[in-house]
């Protein structure tokens, strides 16, 4: 089994406030990895880090094997960096946009964007007559331009209707068979519960437990520490 992003004892700190604590575990690659935890357990901080946005007190990571660089970044899309869409301008144009300040694969990349999130329909049509999971399927588009390995999502099913939520939760999966890595934090048990094929589990800061889905959820103590919040 292929590793994608080794993380090893990761401790953050906000001045008095520990977000992370000495932190490990590893994502495979092909797996739908959940960083499942309550609000406040370190989720943003760990992606954060591992996106390079924030930097680690002590520990580090891998990804593919190797430090951190501008090539393994060129493998990795994620949605904290493109949520900034032009509201007068067309789903299309607002791609076109994103490639050039982004840099990341070509122009020919964003009609094969758009039919994977099935926006190819509606590409004309103004950023602000979308819905709140068009918007977020557009900001899933953006991070595929270059077509990366890994893809890096924040909640990704957050303030979304139920509608909006399956349809994400849909299209992860889809992402998954066409062989991607997805790394996604989620507050919901049942979210990892339905997407996810490997998870690690946060609370205040600490890795509870980490492995693949099946196994980690079974043991009904871990559900019942993680559930109370979550
Ligand atoms: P949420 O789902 O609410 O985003 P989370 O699991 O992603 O939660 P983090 O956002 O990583 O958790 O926050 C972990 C802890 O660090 C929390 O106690 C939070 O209040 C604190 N924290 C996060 N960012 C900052 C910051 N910039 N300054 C101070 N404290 C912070």
Redesign the pocket.
């Known amino acids: 089994m292929q590793t994608v992003l080794s993380i090893n004892g990761i401790s953050k700190s906000?001045?008095r406030?520990q977000?992370l604590k000495q932190v490990s575990f590893d994502v495979p690659k092909g797996s739908v990895f959940g960083i499942l935890?309550?609000?406040?357990?370190?989720?943003?901080?760990?992606l954060?880090i591992v996106l390079d946005v924030l930097q680690a007190n002590s520990g580090g990571f891998t990804w593919f094997g190797q430090p951190s660089s501008a090539d393994t970044r060129k493998k990795i899309g994620s949605l904290l960096e493109t949520s900034n869409f032009y509201h007068y301008l067309s789903a299309v144009d607002n791609l076109h946009i994103t490639q050039a300040i982004s840099g990341r694969g070509t122009a020919a990349d964003i009609d094969v964007a758009l039919e994977i999130v099935k926006l190819t329909e509606r590409k004309k049509s103004k950023f602000n007559t979308y819905s709140l999971g068009m918007k977020q399927r557009l900001a899933i588009g953006a991070a595929l331009l270059g077509n990366p390995e890994v893809l890096v999502f924040?909640?990704p099913t957050n303030g979304l209707d139920p509608v909006g939520i399956a349809e994400i939760r849909e299209l992860i999966k889809e992402l998954a068979k066409q062989g991607k890595t997805i790394i996604m934090?989620s507050?919901l048990l049942d979210e990892v519960e339905k997407v996810c094929t490997h998870v690690a589990i946060?609370k205040r800061?600490e890795l509870i437990t980490a492995g693949a889905v099946d196994e980690v959820l079974k043991n009904e103590d871990i559900v019942e520490v993680g559930a109370a919040d979550m």
Do not use: Q, R, V
């Open positions: 906000y001045g406030i977000a935890g309550p609000n406040g357990s370190g989720k943003t901080t760990m954060g924040d909640e934090a507050h946060l800061g």
